[in-house]
């Protein structure tokens, strides 16, 4: 049972407040002392709320999922439940034995064998030395470490480490369990098992707070969902619309989104989804528009874009070499020919680079939809019902008699 | 963790001025706290070739520099007893204090990970880190006994108690002053910097290379303010019959100790609301 009443963390903005040696703290001093009365005006604006004024609760057995864009203060919320760090106003009243994973493997040390750190860090999230005896076993197994369980972590590889990480972690039972963004580790087969594992944790009666990006797993776990946005609580209900109001959010951010790059000399000055060009129907060509601006003349850079759909899920990576590029304004088409994708909504990500070095990169620059306006298909219509956000690309199979 | 675990209620609400120092909840924590200490202990000396065997080149190596240097050269009186044992027995627990202290100032950046990803009571991280010393100590004197034997010295009865009793000083020292100074190291990164030489200040102001008695009567009473004075001299006393049985510098040094442990507890719960957000 958890029960938050208008929480709120204030953080204090800027290097002039968080002074990391003596003398920055000595500069700070001397700089308040001669803006006297000004220093005590500008106060409130150094002042930051990470979380303002947010109630809600959450029943025992009960699995809320938390989203919101980053810095929407999801990370803070977990933290002051988790007692990490102190709110500044308001009470949260929990009943029931605490675990939070913000994180996977916190206390792994490089030098001790993978038996040592699954004690250390089974300590460290808050098991017994009993219980982890008891677990220990299952942990080996599901971690699949079995033959290395004497050697230092530091020579496992990424993957056998965090499969181990992960293990620990997976056999906590508490009663009320925090979860951030530290699912689907690994590779695919392991990531199905963590999910799972999650799955099992969650219809198995505890109360589960999980923090996520991951729009399928929200919708998968959970079936109550609070949305938060730069620090409140925007919506509190059944996830299926949680979600989806996340989502119109996406679409009236998107605009603002920043497209200042990494070099001052190249601009850019405006991507969008050419609309007009979209011919009728599925599958037909996708075109987008980008419009640069460059101080210096005939760069080759290549322009990476990857498609998303809107939970979140990358389905498409397009990349293509441009060269030639005058220096002034430039304006350029981007095609993509085929690329199978359904009606629906998406996010697109660009990237520019040239060679190695990325000049600009950014998830969600521009939200666009493919019309279901012509799609006759019969063999897409079924899942344009209900599903069309999962589907990914769609590709008729071809049969013949063999 | 079953159907009989008790039921547990949590109170969180923001934290009002200065607190007192939750016992209990140390307690409570004890398993973890074994656990840092046990990993610090077992990591120490992985992937060197002499292992443990640093323990004791450490202190002896010291031991040969100050024999040469204070003994041989500058020839520092220690009221008949040979240097090499002189110096030894106050380098032990001055070895102890200073490495406990060191660890106890970095351990709070050190353990950045946790702080920013884990609740527990964080005075069990600075506490954990002066206690891995403790097992270089008990090595090292192995040298010690090994030295009684050559030169000849029959330890006194009161070693008994008064050599557990010097230790668990030097660490009630160490835990004070290492709370203050890792709690101010968040901060003030200046603080790690500074500590070496803080350290090898420290041990010129301690009875390590020359015997207490050397000081003039007039500044006694400065000197007793000094923990590590009654810790050393205690030592000493006890071990070697050296200097003066315990008395009223022991008390102040020992009161000394004892104001730092506890201010230094408290100091350390009035910053640590907010570590995870500065560290």
């Known amino acids: 049972m958890i029960q938050v009443e208008g929480i709120g963390k204030r953080y204090q903005l800027g290097q002039s407040i968080r002074h990391d040696t003596l003398r920055d703290a000595i500069m700070h001093c001397a700089r308040i002392k001669k803006a006297g009365a000004k220093a005590a005006e500008s106060r409130d604006e150094e002042h930051f709320w990470a979380l303002r004024d947010v109630s809600f609760g959450v029943g025992e057995g009960e699995v809320v999922g938390i989203i919101g864009r980053n810095g929407a203060g999801k990370s803070t919320l977990l933290k002051v439940l988790s007692r990490i760090t102190p709110p500044t106003e308001g009470r949260i009243r929990l009943r029931g034995r605490v675990a939070s994973l913000l994180e996977v493997g916190t206390g792994f040390h490089p030098e001790l064998s993978g038996r040592e750190n699954i004690y250390m860090n089974g300590a460290i999230l808050g098991m017994t030395r009993q219980e982890i005896r008891s677990r220990f076993d299952e942990i080996v197994s599901f971690a699949e470490v079995e033959k290395f369980l004497d050697t230092p972590v530091k020579r496992y590889s990424s993957g056998m480490y965090v499969r181990l990480a992960f293990a620990v972690a997976a056999h906590l039972e508490p009663e009320i369990l925090l979860v951030d963004e530290v699912l689907a580790v690994g590779d695919s087969v392991f990531q199905k098992k963590c999910l799972g594992k999650i799955a099992e944790v969650a219809t198995g009666g505890r109360t589960v707070l999980f923090v996520s990006h991951n729009m399928a797993a929200v919708q998968n776990l959970t079936s109550r969902s609070i949305l938060l946005a730069d620090g409140q609580l925007i919506a509190d209900e059944e996830t299926g619309r949680v979600v989806a109001s996340y989502l119109a959010s996406g679409n009236q951010r998107a605009a603002a989104e920043d497209l200042s790059t990494r070099d001052a000399r190249f601009r850019i000055e405006s991507i969008c989804f050419n609309e007009a060009a979209q011919e009728p129907g599925f599958d037909k060509p996708m075109r987008f528009d980008l419009s640069l601006s460059l101080e210096h003349r005939a760069e080759t850079i290549s322009i990476g874009l990857g498609i998303y759909n809107s939970l979140g899920v990358r389905l498409l990576t397009s990349r293509s070499v441009v060269d030639g590029l005058e220096s002034g304004n430039s304006k350029i088409s981007i095609r993509i020919p085929e690329h199978h994708l359904p009606p629906g909504d998406y996010s697109l990500a660009l990237g520019i680079f040239r060679g190695i070095e990325t000049i600009y990169f950014a998830e969600n620059v521009l939200n666009f939809s493919l019309s279901d306006v012509g799609v006759s298909d019969p063999l897409l219509q079924p899942y344009l019902v209900k599903q069309r956000d999962q589907i990914g690309a769609f590709i008729p199979g071809i049969w013949e008699k063999i | ?279």
């Open chain 2, 1 to 279: 963790m079953s159907a009989e675990s008790p039921e547990v209620e949590l109170l969180i609400a923001p934290p009002e001025g200065w607190c007192a120092i939750d016992f209990k909840e140390l307690w409570a924590y004890r398993e973890l706290f074994g656990f840092l200490v046990w990993r610090d202990v077992s990591v120490r000396y992985k992937q060197s070739v002499l292992g443990a065997l640093w323990a004791l080149l450490t202190p002896l190596i010291t031991m040969v520099i100050f024999t040469i240097i204070f003994g041989k050269v500058a020839k520092i009186p220690t009221d008949g007893i040979p240097y090499p044992i002189f110096s030894y027995a106050g380098l032990l627990p001055w070895l102890f204090f200073s490495q406990s202290l060191q660890k106890a100032t970095l351990s709070m950046v050190a353990e950045r990970n946790l702080l920013t990803k884990i609740y527990f009571p964080r005075l069990i991280v600075p506490m954990a880190a002066t206690l891995a010393p403790l097992v270089d100590l008990l090595i090292a004197s192995s040298v010690l006994f090994a030295m009684m034997f050559y030169y000849h010295f029959v330890p006194t009865v009161h070693s008994l108690y008064l050599l557990p009793l010097c230790v668990l000083w030097a660490w009630v020292t160490a835990v004070g002053v290492g709370s203050w100074l890792s709690a101010l190291n968040v901060y003030f990164r200046d603080v790690g910097q500074l500590i070496p030489f803080v350290v090898q200040v420290w041990m010129y102001a301690s009875p390590v290379v020359y015997p207490a008695s050397l000081v003039p009567p007039g500044f006694q009473w400065l000197y007793a303010l000094n923990p590590m004075t009654g810790v050393i001299e205690g030592f000493r006393w006890a071990l070697l019959s050296h200097g003066n049985p315990p008395g009223l510098i022991f008390f102040v040094s020992a009161m000394v100790s004892v104001v730092l442990f506890v201010t230094g507890g408290l100091f350390f719960k009035r910053m640590e609301r907010s570590f995870a957000d500065v560290v």
